[in-house]
């Protein structure tokens, strides 16, 4: 069964700084990888989706990278802002069946808090 | 555009109740899935959806039954609530190898 880790299970850093979420996955034939947000009392959002194929992926500030031989991935967060405080949650979607459409292996989540 | 609609938001049951979590979504994906969220433990797959007429267990699926009759809506029937299904329930739906959407979850209590 996949499982997937995520370290640190909280972060706390001040406003502008760079820093790298940590995603780490035992079985190393996954489908595909996203990192989602959640805010508190809320649903998720996905952020970045990297097929299996892809080293990785980038959207704003935000830049995602896969390396499967080693089972990991990497969320870099440029310049933070107090905005991007929400818990980040890595999933993987295994391709045991071609029909697991969007069944997720889910990390326990990455708590950020940016300070102003 | 509504994306993933989840009802309801929060609900109380008695151990024993029956209750149907709503999910509905507009966007005519054929994957749907429900998953719980538990402190500590992530999000764990109940039940999913692979197009109408066709659903499977995932990895938690004791107490939980569900049904797909048309591509939009995705209910998931709780029996007989007991407390240990306490958690917050998320409903999922997206196309294959694609990213996936999340409605807004729904917070149950069992007591």
């Known amino acids: 069964k996949q499982e997937v880790t995520q370290i640190p299970a909280a972060l706390s850093v001040p406003e502008g700084e760079n820093l790298v979420l940590n995603c780490s996955f035992t079985?190393?034939?996954?489908?595909?990888l996203q990192w989602f947000r959640q805010d508190p009392g809320k649903g998720l959002t996905s952020l970045l989706l990297?097929?299996?194929?892809?080293r990785e992926q980038t959207s704003g500030r935000l830049n995602a990278s896969l390396d499967k031989s080693s089972g990991r991935s990497t969320l870099y967060i440029a310049a933070s802002q107090p905005g991007d405080s929400a818990t980040y949650l890595c999933a993987v979607v295994d391709p045991t069946d071609p029909n697991t459409g969007n069944q997720f292996y889910f990390g326990t989540g990455t708590s950020l808090t940016v300070i102003p | 555009n509504a994306g993933v609609t989840q009802t309801p938001k929060f609900q109380v049951l008695k151990t024993g109740q029956s209750m149907t979590l709503q999910c509905a979504q507009d966007m005519n994906h054929e994957y749907m899935s429900w998953y719980r969220q538990d402190p500590g433990m992530g999000l764990r797959l109940i039940h999913y959806s692979v197009g109408a007429g066709i659903t499977d267990q995932g990895e938690v699926p004791n107490g939980y039954n569900v049904s797909r009759s048309t591509t939009e809506d995705f209910p998931l029937r709780l029996l007989s609530a007991a407390p240990s299904q306490t958690s917050v329930y998320f409903c999922?739906?997206?196309?294959?190898?694609?990213?996936?959407?999340f409605g807004q979850g729904t917070r149950l209590t069992v007591v």
């Open positions: 999922a739906s997206g196309r294959l190898n694609t990213e996936a959407f």
């Open positions: 079985d190393s034939a996954i489908y595909n």
């Open positions: 990297i097929q299996s194929s892809q």
